[in-house]
């Protein structure tokens, strides 16, 4: 939750208009993955912006792009690859920049602004992860 409302809370201070999605879905995410977690992040990318681009698509909108391609620690050339194919699939673009370059001037930002900064990608394993535990 502390992500999300920093989200919020960024959006309201820059005054740019967002549209927030009810709820993480952790139970359709680890169903989606407890046979194949080495691959979680696929199935999570492909679950994420397949949904915006059909969001992209019912709303008007001619392209997606996803925060992810700030991030270092992601791999660019799966959600270049699954972006594409979701924005394909509703006729709409797939806006793919590499953002990394910029990575620490927005934490650097963040921090400034006084936003929550999470140390992990999101997901429960990586959470793990992060505390040191194995899978």
Do not use: W
């Amino acid at each position: 939750m502390s992500r999300r409302q920093a989200l919020i809370d960024y959006a309201t201070k820059v005054g740019a208009e967002l549209v927030t999605k009810g709820g993480y879905g952790l139970r359709s995410f680890v169903e989606g993955t407890i046979d194949d977690i080495d691959n979680r992040c696929e199935y999570c990318y492909t679950t994420r912006l397949y949904a915006a681009a059909e969001y992209a698509k019912q709303n008007g909108f001619d392209a997606i792009c996803t925060t992810l391609l700030i991030s270092p620690y992601q791999n660019h050339d799966m959600i270049k690859k699954i972006g594409e194919s979701a924005a394909a699939s509703r006729s709409i673009n797939f806006l793919y920049r590499d953002f990394r370059p910029y990575f620490r001037l927005g934490q650097r930002e963040a921090r400034e602004m006084g936003l929550y900064m999470q140390k992990y990608c999101g997901c429960i394993f990586s959470e793990e992860e992060r505390y040191g535990g194995g899978l």
